[in-house]
Nanobody, 119 residues
Framework: QVQLVESGGGLVQPAGSLRLSCAASGSSFSLYAMGWYRQAPGKQREWVAGITSGGSTNYADSVKGRFTISRDNAKNTVYLQMNSLKPEDTAVYYC?????????????WGQGTQVTVSS
């Protein structure tokens, strides 16, 4: 069982920066692929960025070059550094952890943290 707790959201002006954190409790954090998703009002949840257990990263086209995902396995934490924020980045951001174990998909979500980009 893994519990995920996001933090770092808030109100920021356009072109500003925020760093989100997702702290994981439980065992075997380093074995999980981690991801950030977001959901804007009235829209479906969308994938933003992901990092594998080996440290490879991928990004949605809408955030590529502006957002950076990283992980610190010693701290059981994954981060999302968000730069050059735009109003369209406004959403609730969710952390996700996933891995296969004994043929079963283990999939966990955090409760989300609100990011609002507005002047």
């Amino acid at each position: 069982q893994v519990q995920l707790v996001e933090s770092g959201g808030g109100l920021v002006q356009p072109a500003g920066s925020l760093r989100l954190s997702c702290a994981a409790s439980g065992s075997s954090f380093s074995l999980y692929a981690m991801g950030w998703y977001r959901q804007a009002p009235g829209k479906q949840r969308e994938w933003v960025a992901g990092i594998t257990s080996g440290g490879s990263t991928n990004y949605a086209d809408s955030v590529k070059g502006r957002f950076t995902i990283s992980r610190d396995n010693a701290k059981n934490t994954v981060y999302l550094q968000m730069n050059s924020l735009k109003p369209e980045d406004t959403a609730v951001y969710y952390c996700n952890a996933v891995r296969m174990s004994l043929g079963k998909l283990l999939d966990y979500w955090g409760q989300g943290t609100q990011v609002t980009v507005s002047s």
